[in-house]
Each structure stands twice: as structure tokens, then as C-alpha cells.
């Protein structure tokens, strides 16, 4: 993931913490920051912004407890896409 989409994922983090400065490493879910409503949109923002879509093993919070880990799953994602084409 480039610097610019980890700006995106920062952004859209940033305005459902209501601005709270999250660290890329902190637990989103652990730290309390948001709930599993969250989650979805989490889920389906990335989706849409880049073009990943999850599958239901994906489905697991790890893929979308932090920034890093968001960033981490998009990689993977598109590692494995461009490996199996």
C-alpha cells in the first residue's frame, strides 16, 4: 500500500474516531474507539476504495483491528490477486 492510500485509510479512520489520533499499530476495536457497526462500514469502505473485495475468511478482525493491519490485508489481497492471474 502506497503512502497516499495509507492516507486514505487514516483519513476515513480519523473521521469515525471523531479526530482522535490513532497510532497505525493501536487496536481500534481493543482501544475502544469503535464498535462492530464500525466494522461493516470498515469492511465495505474497503471494498469499494480499493477495489479488494473480502471474502468470508477474511472476516476476521485481525484484517481490521488497526491501520497497519487495513493496510497489511490490502497488500495481501492484491498480492494474491496478481499471483493467481
Known sequence: MNDQELG???EFI???VNGVRVDDEEDLFAG??????FAVQLV???ERTF???MESEDLDFANI???ASVA???DRKRTA???SS
Open 8 to 10: 486514505q485509510v487514516r
Open 14 to 16: 480519523s473521521r469515525h
Open 32 to 37: 475502544g474507539h469503535v464498535n462492530s457497526l
Open 44 to 46: 465495505m469502505w474497503i
Open 51 to 53: 477495489e479488494v473485495p
Open 65 to 67: 483491528a488497526s491501520i
Open 72 to 74: 497489511a490485508f490490502v
Open 81 to 83: 490477486a496478481w499471483t
